[in-house]
């Protein structure tokens, strides 16, 4: 599934492929526009989208 969300870095418009056979996943995937590292938290039911975070680390 592609999801489209706001980088917490850039605040540039991405998007991602979520795996919607896992319940609930975290994960760090870079910005495919600045390149910083983003915690990623999606959470399916019935293999919809119901909640998904996408923070920046503090390095």
Known sequence: MEHFFQCPYCWEEISMLLDTSVYHQ??????????????????????????????????
Do not use: G, M
Not at 30 to 39: K, L, T
């Open 26 to 59: 975290t994960y760090i995937e870079d910005c495919e526009v600045c390149c910083n590292p983003i915690e990623v938290s999606p959470s399916f039911k019935n293999n919809e989208l119901v909640s998904f975070t996408a923070q920046s680390i503090e390095q």
